[in-house]
T-cell receptor, first 112, second 109 residues
Framework: QQQVKQSPQSLIVQKGGISIINCAYENTAFDYFPWYQQFPGKGPALLIAIRPDVSEKKEGRFTISFNKSAKQFSLHIMDSQPGDSATYFCAASMEGDYKLSFGAGTTVTVRA | DAGITQSPRHKVTETGTPVTLRCHQTENHRYMYWYRQDPGHGLRLIHYSYGVKDTDKGEVSDGYSVSRSKTEDFLLTLESATSSQTSVYFC????????FGEGSWLTVV
């Protein structure tokens, strides 16, 4: 059973638009929430990560929003570019547990 | 690339044959992992290691075994490959967070 549920499975956005990917979890012991970006034929690469002591973290055009009470977190890609076309995975882990549980992934396609 | 090398990168094998995938790291990381990636399932942990000869099971360990006789090498073995083990296999290491290798594409026919 997947501990982190991710939606949507895929999305298409126009260049310059906003891509939003949502993840939900049940285990309240999770305290580290990274997002990974994966291009075809490559391994996933860490994009941005957040801990539950903050509600938002921004790095360039990528923002994580975190809602601890709802046990949800989301990735926003602002001003989406064709080079952002990739598969994105959310993940979670607990303090002292050096393993990540992943969501199923979202394939983002940015149309020029 | 976190100094991770996976081999082979691509392999086609027949059902029932043994297969070993190798992960080699150059930076003396203690934690190493094997994940598999399948459509609709994301990345699922097969086995992981927290030191030489120290390994533990992940969520999808059935049909797989691992060995770590040296810090730098973590081997994943499919004792008798089945078609359900056709997948992309990623090795990873932990340095503050988890970093992945480039993947090994395995097809079992």
């Amino acid at each position: 059973q997947q501990q982190v549920k991710q939606s949507p499975q895929s999305l298409i956005v126009q260049k310059g638009g906003i891509s939003i990917i949502n993840c939900a979890y049940e285990n309240t012991a999770f305290d580290y929430f990274p997002w990974y970006q994966q291009f075809p034929g490559k391994g996933p690469a860490l994009l941005i990560a957040i801990r539950p002591d903050v509600s938002e973290k921004k790095e360039g055009r990528f923002t994580i929003s975190f809602n601890k009470s709802a046990k949800q977190f989301s990735l926003h890609i602002m001003d989406s570019q064709p080079g952002d076309s990739a598969t994105y995975f959310c993940a979670a882990s607990m303090e002292g547990d050096y393993k990540l549980s992943f969501g199923a992934g979202t394939t983002v396609t940015v149309r020029a | 690339d976190a100094g991770i090398t996976q081999s082979p990168r691509h392999k086609v094998t027949e059902t029932g044959t043994p297969v070993t995938l190798r992960c080699h790291q150059t930076e003396n990381h203690r934690y190493m992992y094997w994940y598999r990636q399948d459509p609709g399932h994301g990345l699922r942990l097969i086995h992981y290691s927290y030191g030489v000869k120290d390994t533990d099971k992940g969520e999808v360990s059935d049909g797989y075994s691992v060995s770590r006789s040296k810090t730098e090498d973590f081997l994943l073995t499919l004792e008798s490959a089945t078609s359900s083990q056709t997948s992309v296999y990623f090795c990873a290491i932990r340095e503050n967070t988890i970093y992945f290798g480039e993947g090994s594409w395995l097809t079992v026919v």
